[in-house]
């Protein structure tokens, strides 16, 4: 069965400075889809980027990036000149196809002025 | 676009009665619409997953008598909690797939902060 796996519970990062979030994940797929979410205290779920598994570009969304490691089954986000409405709650995602989305536990991020 | 409106955003009911909980695709049409419980400081847990005019395939550990699943139509599916009781008080997420575009994208309503007293 698929999972996947976020290591961090909480990260914290000083506003403007640069954070990574980690997400793994197991599979035995070789086409599927990741997401990031961001979930903030109005708990509305906010899509900030995918990435799609057959593609070895790493997708990038302005101040967000991820590092996309197929063969590792790793899926960080990067998130650069951090902004005090960054703080949020993370969710990494895997679907494969139409399939359910499978989410992580979560990163609670900080962002300290 | 791709808004999914969810109704109501918070109720409080009594113990043993019922409560539904409606989720909306207000600008496209969901042929798939999820359900999500999700508790205080956790990630979101995938209760039941309907497609338009079937029946709902729900999660292992998910008693489908006491979650009715509905999805008569394609911008409206309803989730009713039958005979509440205290442990049912969660936050009720939704989202919706048109099944077109990019990985099939799921949009997720506001929530739904159900407490049952």
């Known amino acids: 069965a698929q999972t996947v796996t976020q290591s961090q519970p909480e990260m914290s990062v000083q506003e403007a400075e640069t954070v990574t979030l980690s997400c793994t994940y197991d599979t035995s797929e070789s086409d599927y889809y990741l997401f990031w979410y961001k979930q903030p205290p109005s708990r509305q779920m906010i899509l900030v980027i995918r990435?799609?598994?057959?593609?070895?570009q790493n997708a990038t969304e302005n101040r967000f990036s991820v590092n996309f490691q197929k063969a590792a089954k790793s899926f960080s986000l990067k998130i650069s000149d951090s902004q005090l409405g960054d703080a949020a709650m993370y969710f990494c995602a895997y679907t494969k196809n139409t399939d359910k989305l499978i989410f992580g536990t979560g990163t609670r991020l900080q962002v300290f002025p | 676009g791709a808004v999914v409106s969810q109704h109501p955003s918070r109720v409080i009911c009594k113990s043993g009665t019922s409560v539904k909980i409606e989720c909306r695709s207000l600008?496209?049409?969901?042929?798939?619409m999820f359900w999500y419980r999700q508790f205080p400081k956790q990630s979101l847990m995938l209760m039941a997953t309907s497609n338009e005019g079937s029946k709902a395939t729900y999660e292992q550990g998910v008693e489908k008598d006491k979650f009715l699943i509905n999805h008569a139509s394609l911008t409206l599916s309803t989730l009713t909690v039958t005979s509440a009781h205290p442990e049912d008080s969660s936050f009720y997420i939704c989202s919706a797939s048109s099944g077109q575009g990019i990985a099939y994208e799921q949009y997720f309503g506001p929530g739904t902060r159900l407490t049952v007293t």
């Open positions: 990435q799609e598994a057959y593609k070895q």
């Open positions: 600008d496209f049409q969901a042929t798939t």
